[in-house]
């Protein structure tokens, strides 16, 4: 049996696309106040000689109905890439459907060709089924870390 979903790597024309899961995650998230990015923003860092991210989307027939969008950063203790897995959505309607599943897997393939040791991702502590979905995947909680974040004013002043 065939997956009912078609993923494939997305492209800069695909930015539009990506930005309206994008939102529709940030919706979910309660956080859609804080989106700013535009398609030309997410088409540009897909499309740069050196990508600044990397993106597969999930299609159920025309459609895009699901997404990963993701980065490589660097392990000083390895000496080797991770793979940070920025976003993932699937829309609600088509949950339960296998396309977590097959874009993590994607991930996964994704990270062993590219010589990763690791996959990260952040997941809001309230979002309990993606808590409970990334469990059944193996994945672990990180311990005696805390994620910092500097930014607006005080990114500015720290430059200044």
Known sequence: MSDPFVLRPATAAD???????????????????QVT???????????????????????????????????YT????VGGPDLFLED???E?????????LGLFRHLARTARAEGCRRMEWRVLNWN???IDFYHRLGARPMQDWTVMQLRGDALAALAA
């Open 128 to 130: 309990q089924p993606s």
């Open 92 to 100: 609600p309607a088509h949950r339960g459907t296998g396309i977590g």
């Open 15 to 33: 930015a539009p696309q990506i930005l309206r899961l994008v939102r529709a995650l940030a919706e979910y998230e309660h956080l859609v106040d």
């Open 37 to 71: 990015a535009t398609a030309e923003q997410f088409a540009r860092a897909l499309a740069a000689p050196a990508p600044r991210a990397h993106a597969a989307l999930a299609w159920v027939g025309a459609a895009p109905v699901g997404m990963a969008l993701w980065y």
């Open 74 to 77: 660097f392990s000083t203790f």
């Open 88 to 90: 993932l959505f699937v």
